[in-house]
Each structure stands twice: as C-alpha cells, then as structure tokens.
C-alpha cells in the first residue's frame, strides 16, 4: 500500500530532550516536507526536500533540523525541544510537489 | 508577503451545494490545491488547479482564476461525511517553492 509512515504517533517528553520522529514513504517520491498543526494557524511548512541531500527552510524552520539522505526517509530532530514545540506534525510527500500525501500525524507535547 | 485567505467556517444543508473560496495575494504560484481534513485525521488531497478554469472530480469540483486570484472548491450532494475542514494551498514560486496553506474552512453540514 502506497503510504507515508511517522512514528511515534504520540510522544510526551521533557524539555531539552532530543528526539527524532521518524517519516518514511514507499512511492519513491522526490518532494518531502514537514508541517505543524496548531489551532487557529493552519498548517505550516517546518522543512521540506525536492530531494536527496536537498533541504529547505519552511515557514517556521526554528528550533528544528531535518536530514534526506535517502530518497524514502525524512526524519524531524527537534535537537532541545521546547514547551512552544507542543503540536500536532505532519510529514507528507510529493512527486511533483503538488498533491501531497500525508503521514497519519505525531501529536508531541512537550513539558 | 503572501497569504491565502478562506472563510473560518460554512454552514450547509445536507443534500444541497457549497463554495468554498480561496482568494491569494501571491504572482507566482504553479497552482492551487484544495485538501480535506477530518477531526482526528490527516490531510487528504483533493484537487489540483494548474489552469485556469473548473476541474471535475464526480461531486467535488475546483476552480482557479489567476487574473481574479481567486479559487473555489465546489461540494455537490453533500453528505454528512464531508463534514470536515477544506484547506487550500499554493506551492510560491518565488520563495523558493515554499508550501503555503490557507487557515482552513470549516464546514458543518446539518441533516
């Protein structure tokens, strides 16, 4: 089945503790990005990648890292997270960068 | 700058029709998408506007007017099940490809 995969789906974890959420698709898509969810704001992009070893800034990039060093994997580091990184993320790729299929969501709280 | 605006929220009937619209402030953009968001869920992609003019997709349809900035998305026979949030989206060609997307609209449907 044609999908994007993020994990964890849900994680509470302290500040300034590092953590990756991984993002993984099997559609060899070229484009991938990053987005947080947040009441009132919409979706807004984080990172993304038109490809391997290409990646952009989004809109709001602070506080965040990411990696393409393969076409299907894309992970978020949130190197020191921070109560302000409490959020709903989504991951989702492209092959065009238009049309983009989401992962399931991680909804990360940080205390 | 560069925003796309939508209405917060729409009230429809079941059975009947509903627009909802998307007007931009952006002159270069390769198109406009349209995405549907149940409570809970992630985005689902609906549509993709390259040209100008209306695309059919059996009850929903989207439309794009680069001279008016403006695009719809067009739900027909409504179902209680396309009670969700409707986002559209712009990749901007002048800021390096970023994704944005509009706030989302809300759309209740009553029986």
């Known amino acids: 089945e044609a999908q994007v995969t993020q994990n964890p789906r849900y994680l509470i974890t302290v500040t300034g503790k590092k953590l990756t959420v991984t993002c993984s698709q099997n559609?060899?898509?070229?484009?991938m990005s990053w987005y947080r969810q947040d009441p009132g704001l919409g979706l807004r992009q984080i990172y993304y990648s038109m490809n391997v070893e290409v990646t952009d800034k989004g809109d709001v990039p602070e506080g965040y890292k990411v990696s393409r060093k393969e076409k299907r994997n894309f992970p978020l580091i949130l190197e020191s997270p921070s109560p302000n990184q409490t959020s709903l993320y989504f991951c989702?790729?492209?092959?065009?960068?238009?049309?983009?299929?989401f992962g399931s969501g991680t909804r990360l709280t940080v205390v | 700058g560069q925003s796309l605006e939508q209405p917060s929220e729409v009230t429809a009937v079941e059975g009947a029709i509903v627009q909802i619209n998307c007007t931009y402030q952006t002159s270069g953009f390769y198109g406009l998408s349209w995405y549907q968001q149940h409570d809970g869920g992630a985005p689902t992609f609906l549509s993709y506007?390259?040209?100008?003019g209306l695309e059919e997709t059996g009850r929903f349809s989207s439309f794009l007017s680069r001279s008016d900035s403006y695009g719809y998305l067009l739900l027909q026979e409504l179902q209680m099940k396309d009670s969700a949030s409707y986002f559209c989206?712009?990749?901007?060609?002048?800021?390096?490809?970023?994704?944005?997307f509009g706030k989302g609209t809300r759309l209740h449907i009553l029986p």
């Open positions: 506007n390259a040209l100008d």
């Open positions: 989206a712009v990749r901007d060609v002048r800021r390096d490809d970023k994704i944005i």
């Open positions: 989702a790729s492209s092959l065009t960068g238009e049309g983009y299929t």
């Open positions: 559609m060899n898509h070229e484009y």
